[in-house]
């Protein structure tokens, strides 16, 4: 009978640990709009995750390259009003909504989500995506719990943008990028 029970949660704990899928949404006139070049904006909700928001930036610009978009400005700040003057065709804004560190003896853990969203010059959201990754680490050992609610965050910002920018489409006109031509999860694998 305990093993049983202890089978049963084992298998619980399987369904709950899996990665959640990326929620996102395009909207039906993206393709009229077909934006080609976008600024960059992040939000930042989280005081704490100040130290992220160059790296974020970083990797959100080379992904939206990758989808084949042309990426004009990035900024930290926003006015509302504002989006006609990035001479963009769109906006890309990055809200990270929670950046949550947890550490106590013997286990620690790291979790960061983020909601992406695009809008047109117009103002039309035509694109909204969201992702959250989280981290933990069991171990004695202080140092190792102290490295993974201090500094690896990369990781976990690289898997975030990587999975919710699959979702967005393809640059109209982009040339040598095709859909279905970005890397899957296993790719990298020789």
Known sequence: MKLRKAVVLLIAIFFVSCASPVA????????AISPVTVALIIIEENEDSREAIPFTLDVME???RGKGYNVVSRN????????????????????????RKFNMPLYSSFKVAMEFEMVSSEGQRIWRASFDQKASQISR??????????????????????????????????????????????????
């Open 24 to 31: 996102y949404k395009v909207s039906k006139d993206f393709e």
């Open 62 to 64: 080379a992904a939206l």
């Open 76 to 99: 930290r700040t926003f006015e509302a009003g504002a989006i006609g003057e990035y001479n963009a065709d769109a906006v890309v804004f990055a809200t990270i909504t929670k950046w």
């Open 141 to 190: 050992d202080k140092e190792v719990r102290r490295v993974l609610t201090t500094e690896i965050y990369e990781p976990l910002i690289s898997r975030i943008v990587s999975n919710a920018f699959y979702s967005l489409p393809v640059a109209t006109g982009a040339v040598g990028v095709t859909e279905g031509d970005e890397k899957r999860y296993f790719d990298w694998l020789p």
